[in-house]
C-alpha cells in the first residue's frame, strides 16, 4: 500500500522488548526524518499454543507476553515522548476483549494494562499537547478466521459482520489527525457492538 501511494518509509525489524533496540529505532528514525509525530502501538505476543490458561500458562508465557505487550509498548512510548515535536499523537492497540479473556488470560491482562497505561500516560503527557488513545478490535478479518469460527462470532456482533483491517485503520487515521486534538486516554472498541 505505501508502494502505492508513492510513501517515503522505513521499515526496521526489532526486538521492542529490548530497550537499546527501542533507542535505535528511534536513532534510524530521527536520522532519517527528523521528528515522529505519531506513535501507533501494535507489536503484540501472545501463547499459540493453547495454554494461556491459569491450569496451564508457564512463566515464560507470561513473561514473553508482558516482556512485548507492556514492556515494549512503555519503551516506544517513553522514547518517542523524549524525542516529541509540536505535534504527537499515541495510539496503542488492545483488544474488545480485554477485560474478560477465558483462554488467552495473559494476552487479555497485558491488553488491559495497555488499557489503564493509556489513561495514565495521556494524563501526564497532556501538558505537552499529546493525545494517547487505545483502539479495542473486535474479531477482524485478516485471514485467520475461518467459516466455522465466523459462524461461532457472528452472533456475538450486534451489527452482524466482521471487523476488517480498513474498519481498524480508518479509526487510527482519525486519532492521529488533528481531528482527533481534544479526544485522549479513551478505549475506542472498533467490534461492532460486540464486548460493550
Known sequence: MLKKVNADYLILESDISDENSVKKIYAEVMAKYGKADILVNNAADGDMDGIDTIETI???????????????????????????GNYGRIINLSTDAAQAFAGQITYGASKATMEALTRSIALEVAKYGITVNCVAPGPTQTGWIDEELEKAVLPLIPMGELITPEDIAETILFLASNQAKKLTGQVIKVSGGKAL
Not at 61 to 81: C, H, P
Open 58 to 84: 508457564t512463566t515464560k508465557v507470561i513473561d514473553d507476553t508482558f516482556a512485548v505487550n507492556v514492556r515494549g509498548s512503555i519503551l516506544m512510548i517513553k522514547e518517542f515522548i523524549s524525542h516529541r
